[in-house]
């Protein structure tokens, strides 16, 4: 694997010089791209000790040398034609995964056994845990890592983030709700076991509040077993008075507490808020 990732890097300072016809670079991003898609590697991960986010550059150097290195081709499925640089992935039922028609994955974007792809996107360098729910017309970004037992519900837009190749993607971790028509960009991050009620903006400009203290949690991440939802703040600035966004964290939960749906039903009722 260092030897690889030692090849990646060394394409990388000379990217400026390689072309489709480098056969020595295809293959080697290639090796890297099939890494990703039978999840051997991932692009990012939670330290389990300093629970931060590692980003594994050497594999966004790949994925972006791929698209350098590809080139356009055309894709016939029944009637439809695609023009593209990249093939979509293969073989879900051998994998253990369930596809609707309309639905569609990358190679390069890794899905677990169990996952269930409504008609969505789920794009290169993304990881789908096993189990998962990705609901209709959702999109999973570029680079995303999407845990274990998650609900992306209808509309719900996880976005990429590509370049540059040390920024932080989104994450949501194992056991996480998120509502129809949520947005959840820009490297934000979504704690495990949470709720996050419809239509919420969360990126890592917008804070997180506890609607009981008032307090500012964080910006873009929100706490492990919460139910959060999207709100907005009064603000005097010069030019008048202003509501900003934010998400306000209404209730934390026990583990495993997000299960119990009438209960949670009922929280977010008390708040004027659905998932």
């Given at each position: 694997?260092?030897t690889?990732?030692?090849?990646?890097?060394?394409?990388?300072?000379?990217?400026?010089?390689?072309?489709?016809g480098?056969g020595?670079?295809?293959?080697?991003?290639?090796?890297?791209?099939?890494?990703?898609d039978r999840?051997?590697?991932?692009?990012?991960?939670?330290?389990?000790?300093s629970g931060e986010?590692?980003?594994?550059?050497?594999?966004?150097?790949?994925?972006?040398?791929?698209?350098?290195?590809?080139?356009?081709?055309t894709?016939?499925?029944?009637?439809?034609?695609?023009?593209?640089?990249l093939?979509?992935?293969?073989?879900?039922?051998?994998?253990?995964?369930?596809?609707?028609?309309?639905?569609?994955?990358?190679?390069?974007?890794?899905?677990?056994?169990g996952?269930?792809?409504?008609?969505?996107?789920?794009n290169?360098?993304?990881?789908?845990g096993?189990d998962t729910m990705?609901?209709?017309?959702?999109?999973?970004?570029s680079?995303?890592?999407?845990?274990?037992?998650?609900?992306?519900?209808?509309?719900?837009?996880?976005?990429?983030?590509?370049?540059?190749?040390?920024?932080v993607?989104?994450v949501?971790?194992?056991?996480?709700?998120?509502?129809?028509?949520?947005?959840?960009?820009?490297?934000?991050?979504?704690?495990?076991?949470?709720?996050?009620?419809?239509g919420?903006?969360l990126?890592?400009?917008?804070?997180?509040?506890?609607?009981?203290?008032?307090?500012?949690?964080?910006?873009?991440?929100?706490?492990?077993?919460s139910?959060?939802?999207?709100?907005?703040?009064r603000?005097?600035?010069?030019g008048?008075?202003?509501?900003?966004?934010c998400?306000?964290?209404?209730?934390?939960?026990?583990?495993?507490?997000?299960?119990?749906?009438?209960a949670?039903?009922?929280?977010?009722?008390?708040?004027?808020?659905?998932t």
């Open positions: 694997m260092a690889l990732e030692e090849s990646i890097d060394t394409l990388w300072e000379r990217r400026g010089e390689l072309s489709a480098d020595e670079a295809v293959a080697a991003v290639d090796e890297a791209i099939a890494l990703l999840g051997e590697v991932r692009v990012a991960e939670v330290d389990e000790r986010v590692v980003v594994h550059e050497w594999l966004k150097r790949a994925i972006l040398l791929t698209f350098q290195l590809a080139q356009m081709s894709i016939e499925l029944g009637p439809f034609e695609f023009a593209d640089k093939p979509l992935k293969r073989d879900y039922a051998a994998h253990g995964v369930r596809v609707v028609p309309g639905a569609s994955a990358r190679r390069g974007a890794f899905l677990d056994r996952v269930v792809l409504m008609p969505s996107y789920v290169i360098g993304a990881r789908v096993r990705v609901d209709t017309w959702a999109t999973v970004g680079c995303a890592q999407i845990g274990d037992r998650v609900h992306l519900s209808g509309g719900v837009g996880i976005g990429g983030v590509l370049e540059p190749p040390n920024a993607p989104v949501v971790e194992d056991d996480v709700l998120v509502g129809s028509r949520s947005m959840i960009t820009d490297g934000a991050r979504v704690g495990r076991g949470s709720v996050v009620g419809a919420t903006i990126n890592p400009s917008i804070p997180v509040v506890d609607a009981t203290t008032g307090e500012e949690l964080s910006r873009g991440v929100v706490p492990p077993w139910v959060a939802v999207g709100a907005s703040r603000r005097e600035l010069p008048g008075e202003f509501f900003l966004p998400v306000l964290v209404l209730r934390r939960l026990a583990e495993g507490e997000r299960h119990d749906k009438a949670l039903n009922a929280v977010l009722r008390t708040h004027g808020v659905s």
